[in-house]
């Protein structure tokens, strides 16, 4: 089975633009949660999708969105973005809520000057 | 408010040497502790995981200690190696909820 995926890998944006990062999760998995990695704090969580819906939501501005597609595929939307911004976001899928492991993609590292 | 605290943030040890980090967290309604592996440029990868009903899982050189009294779960490994060097995380989470992550461990394990 294909792992996860994400695209864009790498991007540049200034501040103010927004941004729209995808993950297409593994095949026959349902959840995908996002999460904002930068040093120091670790993983932060975003928000979970299932079935189209979002589940979960953590301690993120409105300015972070998400979405999710009928084939489980994911988008996340990022406005206004600030210099604090910068950071490695990662999609994990799991089959559902309440599967144990997670797996993740290898991230899109998001550069804002 | 960070749910799951690691420490070290970082260790260096010698090969052969035993690497332990180390996990606190207050949400006594937490289930599921899983470590997971980061190398660059790669998204974390679960490594092991334990469950409150046990005290100890093993699996090869990476076992898992858990102490429910404490609050506290940390990660062994035995005989480190050169490619063992990657950044480590705890996490934790309850009935299949959001996962919280510690803070990370960048482990370097010199020859």
């Known amino acids: 089975k294909a792992g996860v995926t994400q695209t864009p890998r790498y991007l540049i944006k200034t501040r103010g633009q927004q941004v729209t990062l995808s993950c297409s999760p593994i095949s026959g998995h349902r959840s995908v949660s996002w999460y904002q990695q930068t040093p120091g704090q670790g993983l932060q969580f975003l928000f979970e999708?299932?079935?189209?819906?979002?589940?979960n939501k953590g301690n993120f501005p409105g300015r972070f969105s998400g979405r999710q597609f009928s084939n489980s595929r994911s988008e996340m939307n990022v406005s206004t973005l600030e210099l604090g911004d910068s950071a490695l976001y990662l999609c994990?899928?799991?089959?559902?809520?309440?599967?144990?492991?997670?797996?993740f993609g290898p991230g899109t590292r998001l550069l804002v000057l | 408010q960070q749910q799951v605290k690691q420490s070290p943030q970082s260790l260096i040890v010698q090969k052969g040497g035993i690497s332990i980090i180390n996990c606190a967290y207050e949400?006594?309604?937490?289930?599921?502790f899983p470590w997971y592996q980061q190398f660059p440029g790669k998204g974390p990868a679960l490594l092991i995981a334990i469950r409150p009903d046990v005290s100890e899982k093993k699996e090869g050189r990476f076992t898992i200690s858990f102490n429910k009294s404490a609050k506290q779960f940390s990660l062994h490994i035995m005989d480190s190696q050169p490619g063992d060097s990657a950044t480590y995380f705890c996490?934790?989470?309850?009935?299949?909820?959001?996962?919280?992550f510690g803070t990370g461990t960048s482990l370097t394990v010199i020859p």
């Open positions: 999708y299932f079935s189209e819906t979002q589940r």
């Open positions: 994990a899928s799991r089959p559902g809520p309440g599967g144990e492991t997670q797996y």
């Open positions: 949400n006594t309604a937490f289930d599921y």
């Open positions: 996490a934790a989470s309850y009935s299949g909820n959001q996962f919280y």
